[in-house]
């Protein structure tokens, strides 16, 4: 549940305030305007049925090329602490330490996605939770051209110390403008109730 003045990170949130989208970061961090797209029900919809694969099969899903795995973990969002003021919250499809699994639907390619931050800031999460990840690999079905693509993300010391430290700069500086602003006490309701929903 989000308590006065404490900030909760996440990469939707960052990466809008990071591509200056300041308003987008503001709404979706107090969950105004929540609109799921036809394309975001299906990619959900394929998330929850790959998810279920791979608890019954402990492996990749078929569509992915059925790797065998050790010790899948998919256990939902998760919340760790940075600082006093700060959580980082992540939601990774699959972790089989030391490696992190990312699902992508749609027509943007794997190769697309590696090349983003999200990744990182799992695996920054994933580190902080004790799951030390050394690669990520990220699966891509386009389900319109039912093609499937793969590309890998190596988790350097360098890639966790900078995303770590960037985390902590983009989140101190909406952090601030929600205090100055008031913003926390103004719709901090707003979050209280989606958990609320959530948890029922």
């Not at 319109?144 to 985390?167: C, Q």
């Not at 602003?181 to 109730?193: A, D, Q, S, T, V």
Request: net charge negative; hydrophobic share 35%; charged share 25%.
């Amino acid at each position: 549940m989000q308590t006065n003045n404490r900030f909760r990170a996440s990469y939707t949130v960052l990466n809008k305030w990071k591509n200056g989208d300041w308003e987008g970061a503001i709404k979706t961090y107090f969950k105004f305007d929540q609109i799921t797209t036809r394309e975001m029900a299906e990619g959900k919809d394929y998330h929850a049925e790959w998810e279920a694969e791979i608890k019954k099969t402990s492996s990749l899903p078929a569509i992915f090329g059925a790797k065998k795995l050790q010790v899948p973990i998919c256990e939902g969002k998760q919340v760790v602490q940075l600082e006093d003021w700060l959580d980082l919250v992540y939601i990774p499809d699959c972790i089989d330490v030391p490696i992190l699994y990312e699902f992508k639907t749609g027509k943007t390619s794997s190769m697309q996605y590696a090349s983003d931050w999200q990744i990182a800031i799992y695996a920054v999460g994933a580190t902080l939770s004790g799951k030390y990840i050394k690669m990520a690999e990220i699966y891509h079905y386009d389900q319109y051209t039912k093609k499937v693509d793969m590309s890998p993300v190596w988790i350097t010391d360098k890639l966790l110390n900078e995303t770590h430290e960037r985390i902590i700069s983009l989140s101190s500086e909406m952090h601030s403008y929600f205090v100055d602003n008031r913003l926390y006490e103004r719709f901090g309701h707003l979050i209280n109730n989606v958990n609320r929903t959530n948890e029922a």
